[in-house]
């Protein structure tokens, strides 16, 4: 048996979801493939994970581009002597920002859709293409509190985070009985990442620690996820902060 493989596709910031899920995959001993669309942010992630003694590779990757992600996937079977195909695969991509209905324009409500649901169809596709005939593997989709209600100003975000959440709950049922646990996870509140600290620095700091979603703790729940008896597999998974009102 060679090293596992997981493709975490969705990389950028240091301190966001997608690289705390590659450094916590590369501490359990895989191989990591980072995708995402900035190769110097992808680089530093991979970079940080060999100079700590795991195994990574930076992939740069257009989720929405349908030859990209087939390469991608090229790439995760095949990754190099003493490596396993892949066997874990999360989709994290996203971006996020509040526009006025009645200012949003059709070009901003498909560039939201592509990124946050086509781009995950493209990738639940791939992984299913190629983890069915093996018979397992795992595929998490990263979700939001838009994937469960609409709020205002955010339209374009719902859409495709509930939209990305149907192909979970489809590809689940579609794949659960041929071994690929698929599984959603319901990003429920403010993440204590770079964006966040970057863009709103007043709402961090009246939140405070306890008050944001930790991504150290979110890569743990996609481990856990991972990890979890084929007996009692969980296809959705909401995390919020103590603290937070639902």
Known sequence: MGIPTAVVVGVGAERGVGGAVCRRFAAEGYHVLVAGHTAAKIEHIASGIRAAGGS????????????????????????????????????????????????????????????????????????????????????????????????????????????????????????????????????DGGINGERLRNAMPKMVEQRGEDGLLDVDAIAATYWYLHRQPRTAWAQEIDLRPYKEIF
Do not use: Y
Not at 75 to 91: H, I, K
Not at 126 to 152: C, D, H, N, Q, W
């Open 56 to 187: 990574a590779q930076a992939v740069a990757t257009d989720t929405t581009s349908e030859a990209d992600v087939a390469r991608l996937f090229d790439l995760a079977m095949d990754p190099g002597a003493g490596r396993e195909p892949v066997d874990l695969v999360v989709f994290n991509a996203g971006n996020n920002q509040i526009i006025d209905f009645r200012a949003l324009t059709a070009a901003q409500f498909e560039s939201f859709w592509r990124v946050g649901c086509f781009g995950g169809f493209l990738v639940g596709r791939e992984a299913a293409r190629r983890l069915a005939p093996l018979g397992r593997g795992t595929v998490i989709f990263t979700g939001a509190s838009g994937s469960m209600r609409g709020k205002a100003g955010f339209a374009h975000f719902a859409a495709a985070k509930a939209g990305l959440r149907m192909v979970s709950q489809s590809m689940a049922r579609e794949f659960g009985p041929l071994g690929i646990h698929v599984a959603h996870v319901v990003i």
